[in-house]
């Protein structure tokens, strides 16, 4: 049966509430009705598939207010940007199991903030098995849409992130189409790598508003494709039949001229859709801070503004899928 909505995906879990990747996180993104969340992972050490949104760990935990782990700060390039501080793949599982969540945006959400240093630091595998028990308890199929970062960048430190993932997946039950699993990242050959593995998922290549692929600039250099390249009908083309559908930052539909007014939607998805291509975008947040100029209102970067226009514009446009860090707004009004 053809969906009524788009997909509501928890990014991250219900980040505008609690600190993001962590357990609560987690839990309120699924008590509230999302129809999927979404893991980013990157490397231990030993292995382990840790879901943090970087391997950079030193805004979203406590690792840099714990004096056993101060010598462990360094600065690496990472996709070609230099980056100083505290990186998954310097500490064990058991380790990074010592540390705790912390909000990312202090600032922007206090109240999230107020949840600091309370829950550990989960593993991919932790949240395949707390879905799976969400979809039981709910009564309902609850996804998965597995982001996978850094996946070159981890191969050249010695780690196939395509074989850890097959691993995992396999070993939770994920593997073969038992829950509804989405497999998204920014480089398409760590998403050919996985689905040769044989593992049944969606495949969505997530397209930047600027830049290019990592894994392309290792290879290509400056001859490597945009992302915006990527979005054209003539890139498009070279996706259709290989990806199940992309994911793009919002401001690819919103098409926001100069003044940050919104002029869209633009053609992107109709594009897509002609050839086959499911839509994803992100990130759909109602703080000031993060709206379109045209859709901010008083009351400073934190306040909400009308985010209803916004998203308006992306329901309008057909996307198929969301990403949505207050669970609860993102299903009422997606669902409406």
């Avoid at 699924?30 to 805004?59: F, T």
């Avoid at 714990?66 to 462990?72: C, I, K, L, N, Y």
């Avoid at 979005?231 to 940050?260: C, F, H, N, Q, W």
Wanted: glycine fraction near 8%; hydrophobic fraction near 40%.
């Amino acid at each position: 049966m053809p969906r009524t909505h788009p997909l509501v995906i928890g990014h991250r879990g219900a980040p505008g509430y609690r600190p993001e990747h962590s357990r609560s996180s987690y839990d309120l993104a699924l008590a509230m009705g999302v129809d999927a969340v979404e893991p980013d992972v990157v490397v231990s050490k030993d292995g382990v598939l840790v879901v943090r949104h970087e391997n950079e760990i030193s805004g979203t935990t406590d690792v840099a207010d714990r004096p056993e782990f101060a010598d462990r700060r360094t600065t690496k390039a990472v996709d070609h940007v230099e980056v100083t501080g505290w990186f998954t793949e310097d500490f064990t599982w058991d380790e990074i199991a010592t540390l705790r969540c912390r909000e990312r945006l202090p600032q922007l959400r206090p109240a999230s903030a107020a949840f600091d240093d309370q829950q550990p630091v989960l593993r991919l595998r932790d949240v395949l098995d707390l879905v799976r028990a969400a979809s039981l308890e709910h009564r309902r199929e609850i996804g998965v849409v597995l982001e996978i970062k850094h996946a070159t960048y981890f191969d050249a430190v010695g780690w196939s992130v395509a074989a850890l993932v097959e691993a995992e997946l396999t070993d939770a039950g994920w593997a073969q189409g038992e829950l509804p699993l989405t497999i998204e990242a920014f480089e398409s050959t760590v998403l050919r790598q996985v689905r040769e593995r044989g593992i049944r998922a969606s495949y969505i290549y997530l397209l930047e508003a600027t830049g290019r692929p990592f894994d392309l600039v290792a290879v290509l250099g400056k001859a490597a494709p945009t992302y915006k390249q990527t979005a054209r009908p003539a890139g498009l083309d070279g996706l259709a039949g290989e990806m199940d559908g992309i994911s793009v930052d919002k401001r690819m539909i919103l098409a926001s001229g100069k003044l940050g007014r919104a002029t869209g939607p633009s053609s992107l998805v109709a594009d897509a859709h002609t050839r086959g291509l499911r839509v994803f975008t992100w990130t759909c947040r109602p703080e000031n801070a993060f709206l379109a100029a045209h859709y901010r209102g008083r009351g400073g970067p934190a306040a909400f503004g009308d985010y209803e226009g916004e998203w308006a514009v992306l329901r309008d446009a057909g996307v198929d899928g969301v990403f949505v860090d207050h669970a609860d707004l993102g299903v009422e009004f997606f669902r409406r």
